[in-house]
T-cell receptor, first 114, second 110 residues
Framework: AQSVAQPEDQVNVAEGNPLTVKCTYS??????LFWYVQYPNRGLQFLLK??????LVKGSYGFEAEFNKSQTSFHLKKPSALVSDSALYFC????????????FGAGTRLTVKP | DVKVTQSSRYLVKRTGEKVFLECVQD?????MFWYRQDPGLGLRLIYF???????EKGDIPEGYSVSREKKERFSLILESASTNQTSMYLC?????????FGPGTRLTVL
């Protein structure tokens, strides 16, 4: 069965600095990988996904993520953080053929300070 | 854009009450899901449905049931609410890649 790990409960960065939110995964075969963001008292919003192709995936709001097969990682990055990026971020994985078994990480709370 | 709506944003119920959480999607998606979200645990799948009247248990189905009578609507039912079911409940739907989420229902059971 697939799983994801987000090793950091909390990430703090200063506005304007680059940010990284880490995610590692475990899945049989090729993975589908996703990042979602959740603002307070809201549902999850899709940020980006990796299905196949270029290892660097660009998504919404200036975020990008790098798929690294050898390290089984899919870290979320942004070159210059904004205070408005402060939110809860979830990484998710599912297997190639099973759309009904998506596994989410525990979430990482990103705080961007002015 | 896909829209997934949930009937209530906030709900307060008493122990033992029967609770209905409704979810509607407008994109003709076959797959629909119910998750609960708790701090430090991420999202845990309660039930999912891949077609009308079809349902499958997720990881934590105990204390819950579901109903899918129409393709666009997927209901989560707490037969007899308990305090440990206080949580944020998220509905999602999907067609192929990725899931689209509703705004969530924060349920408090007193």
């Amino acid at each position: 069965a697939q799983s994801v790990a987000q090793p950091e409960d909390q990430v703090n960065v200063a506005e304007g600095n680059p940010l990284t939110v880490k995610c590692t995964y475990s899945v049989s075969g090729n993975p589908y990988l996703f990042w979602y963001v959740q603002y307070p008292n809201r549902g999850l919003q899709f940020l980006l996904k990796y299905i196949t192709g270029d290892n660097l995936v660009k998504g919404s709001y200036g975020f990008e993520a790098e798929f690294n097969k050898s390290q089984t990682s899919f870290h979320l990055k942004k070159p210059s953080a904004l205070v408005s990026d402060s939110a809860l971020y979830f990484c998710a994985v599912r297997g190639l053929y099973n759309n009904n078994d998506m596994r989410f990480g525990a979430g990482t709370r990103l705080t961007v300070k002015p | 854009d896909v829209k997934v709506t949930q009937s209530s944003r906030y709900l307060v119920k008493r122990t033992g009450e029967k609770v209905f959480l409704e979810c509607v999607q407008d994109m003709d998606h076959e797959n629909m899901f119910w998750y609960r979200q708790d701090p430090g645990l991420g999202l845990r799948l309660i039930y999912f449905s891949y077609d009308v009247k079809m349902k499958e248990k997720g990881d934590i189905p105990e204390g819950y049931s579901v109903s899918r009578e129409k393709k666009e609507r997927f209901s989560l039912i707490l037969e007899s609410a308990s305090t440990n079911q206080t949580s944020m409940y998220l509905c999602a739907s999907s067609l192929a890649h990725g899931q689209f989420f509703g705004p969530g229902t924060r349920l408090t059971v007193l």
